[in-house]
């Protein structure tokens, strides 16, 4: 067992999180920052190809990337001649740095022991702008073979230098100058050497690659320092700026990238969407942080790390990631069973899934823990940011230690097989909940990097006083959670109205998917009793501009009311109040059984889904409890509907949705609904093993 590692100093910069406050947010909130790949960083139609095989292509569009950040290079005292042939990762790396620093209480590193403050940062391959600025020096090939080319067309000698004294200018003019900075800015040994140089730090400062394991290598590393007294304070952490060719088109060869949405520990989980950021901690011997009176957010209980040793480079292996855990936990003096939370790597690829669902399974049991513990991944919220993934996920726990409170998953919507069992040792949490009362509040985080390499450390609360309910704060966010967004407008004329909706169209192609909710407020926001009014409901922003843009399509062409309910649009010009009609579904709808977002936002959809909640682990899609599931389901819709004060005309029901449309019309109430419906999927599972068949009956309804 090891003295404490106090984490006293947070700062990162994710996409659509500019704080680890922020990314606590989305986390809850259950926000995904990808969009469609913009172009200002790699032009899709260059690149991009839907065929997984095609050479120089990768076949995914989507990414989470940072927008808005600029470096203030006045504040840092930094040359601009500097500043151009840097890599973007130093200044990030250095911008973030500075911010935990003054997080921690020691701005500009004022307050630390200079002489021995370490600073270790993860990184690989420096970032996409030094490689960008690499095709400078690449003009003589370039020059060559444009050459070859005219000459083999006839072109003379004359002709041709006027031709590429143009070129040369052209082509280099993106690039900046080679200098006296330029290798320095290029490397990425020198983004903790330039903190280092920055702050004044003496206590040494390095790059660490480990790939995805990068900064929780850097963290460990810099933990077993600060226990041996080497150093007396670190600042740490990882970076990663490279969603360019070379990385994303590698991932797309290795078929590690998704070919659709990115699920994580999921049953269909087919690989991950790129992401990128940088997140710093400021570290301090726990005994000394109580002796400065720095806060700590949470203390390193434990930190270890192991290769794969014989096995596939890219292809991740049991036996190693167990033997960091196995590490990690000998270090703190306490077993992976006292840990209800793990915020797993989760890259989301099938075989990757898969591994780290075992491992962290097969230590469970091993420790003979009891309840399954609540599992994670940030990569749901912000993708897979490479070198930066791991302090990422550290972050995470780190809040979720702090606030003791164990954060919903997000990004999972099948059960995997590996969590689907009798007895689970895992679990993958749908909502926000306290830490279990009986438990120590730890949490555990892995990192599996290219190489082999794994790393897992343990957090803990750095409090002693429990939480005994969640903050109003955190339930309205929990609660924000949705699977789609609902996007209203009005306008004073139809061609006012296909005006807006084809901007829009055109907005939305560059939104990310958190973005679509912040357009649906802002655009209920607007609303201003207009007459000419149109809905469209949308789960992505690519979906979103496809409704939009058709319903605009359809405007245009003179249509005065618009419902088309399978395409999510909806538009009226005002003239004749449309009547409301319900359609109850059958037994072929939905595989959730948790009601989503409407059991999260309105109390009588919550009851009765917990109500009849099925058995963990159990078959949702079975015929015994799908039928009553669906029909919970459109009763808890009903519920809802009239709480807002929506009634409907007329309804129907599909197969199954008769016995709803039954009680919609008060021939059942809604006990009797719910018995029949179980009744009729208990007698159907049963007639379907053999024997059984439909009939149809006319009567009038006294019969």
């Not at 500097?82 to 020691?106: E, I, N, P």
């Not at 002796?291 to 949470?298: D, I, M, N, V």
């Not at 003979?368 to 726990?397: D, E, Q």
Request: glycine share 12%; net charge neutral.
């Amino acid at each position: 067992m090891t003295q404490a590692i106090a984490i006293v100093g947070i700062a990162c910069r994710y996409p659509d999180a500019a704080s680890p406050g922020e990314l606590w947010a989305n986390v809850l909130a259950g926000r995904r920052a990808f969009r469609r790949i913009p172009d200002e960083r790699m032009r899709l139609a260059d690149y991009w190809s839907p065929d997984p095989a095609a050479p120089d292509r990768f076949y995914t569009r989507n990414a989470a990337v940072i927008e808005g950040f600029e470096f203030d290079r006045v504040r840092f005292k930094i040359a601009g001649s500097t500043h151009r042939v840097t890599d973007m990762t130093h200044w990030l790396a250095l911008d973030t740095a500075a911010r935990a620093l003054a997080d921690a209480g020691f701005t500009d590193g004022e307050g630390l022991p200079k002489r021995s403050t370490m600073v270790l940062v993860g990184n690989s391959l420096t970032g996409e702008f030094t490689r960008s600025n690499l095709m400078r020096l690449r003009w003589p090939y370039v020059r060559r073979v444009v050459g070859a080319a005219l000459r083999d067309d006839g072109w003379d000698e004359g002709r041709l230098a006027d031709f590429m004294d143009g070129l040369e200018k052209r082509y280099k003019s993106p690039f900046p100058p080679v200098d006296e900075d330029t290798l320095a800015g290029g490397l990425s040994n020198t983004i903790a050497g330039r903190i280092s140089s920055q702050f004044d730090f003496k206590g040494g400062g390095f790059t660490v690659d480990g790939a995805c394991s990068s900064s929780l290598l850097a963290v460990s590393l810099a933990c077993s320092a600060l226990q041996a007294g080497q150093v007396d304070a670190a600042v740490v952490g990882g970076v990663d700026l490279s969603i360019d060719p070379f990385e994303i088109i590698g991932f797309a060869k290795n078929g590690a990238l998704a070919t659709d949405d990115m699920r994580v520990y999921d049953r269909n989980s087919r690989g991950f969407w790129p992401g990128e950021g940088c997140g710093i901690l400021v570290l301090l011997r726990q005994e000394d942080a109580d002796a400065l009176g720095a806060r700590s957010y949470a203390t390193i209980a434990g930190w270890g790390f192991a290769s794969d040793g014989r096995g596939g480079i890219t292809r991740p292996e049991p036996d190693g990631h167990l033997l960091a855990l196995e590490r990690a936990y000998q270090l703190a003096g306490f077993d992976i069973g006292t840990v209800s939370y793990l915020e797993g790597h989760g890259t989301g690829t099938a075989v990757g899934d898969q591994t780290e669902l075992y491992v962290l399974s097969q230590a469970r049991r091993q420790a003979r823990a009891g309840a399954p513990a609540a599992l994670s991944t940030v990569k749901g919220n912000i993708g897979h940011t490479k070198a930066a993934a791991g302090v990422a996920g550290l972050i995470k726990a780190t809040m979720a230690v702090h606030h003791q409170v164990i954060p919903p998953a997000t990004g999972h919507h099948e059960t995997h097989p590996e969590l689907a069992g009798p007895d689970p040792a895992l679990r993958l949490p749908r909502s926000a909940e306290l830490w279990p009362a009986d438990q120590p509040v730890r949490a555990g985080v892995s990192a599996m990097g290219f190489g082999g390499i794994n790393a897992h450390i343990v957090v803990e609360n750095a409090r002693t006083a429990r939480r005994t309910s969640l903050d109003s704060r955190t339930i309205q966010l929990v609660r924000s959670r949705q699977d789609s967004e609902l996007l209203l407008l009005d306008a004073a004329t139809p061609a006012e109205l296909r005006d807006d909706l084809t901007r829009l169209a055109g907005l939305c192609d560059r939104l990310a998917f958190a973005e679509l909710t912040d357009l649906a407020a802002t655009l209920e926001r607007k609303l201003a009793g207009r007459p000419v009014r149109a809905a469209v409901v949308a789960s992505t922003p690519e979906q979103a501009a496809s409704r939009l843009a058709k319903l605009a399509a359809l405007l245009d062409d003179g249509a005065g009311t618009v419902v088309d309910p399978a395409g999510g649009v909806f538009a009226s010009s005002g003239e004749r109040q449309p009547r409301i009609g319900y359609l109850f579904p059958g037994q072929g709808s939905g595989r959730r059984a948790d009601g989503g977002a409407i059991a999260r936002r309105f109390e009588p959809a919550r009851e009765l889904y917990q109500a009849l909640a099925p058995a963990a682990g159990g078959d949702v899609v079975a015929t015994e409890s799908a039928q009553p599931r669906i029909v919970a389901s459109s009763a808890a819709g009903l519920r809802v509907l009239s709480l807002l004060g929506i009634e409907a005309a007329s309804a129907a029901g599909h197969s199954l949705g008769e016995l709803t449309s039954l009680h919609w019309a008060g021939a059942l109430d809604e006990s009797g609904l719910l018995r029949l419906a179980a009744a009729r999927g208990q007698v159907m599972a049963r007639a379907s093993k053999g024997g059984g068949a439909m009939a149809s009956i006319a009567a009038g309804p006294e019969d």
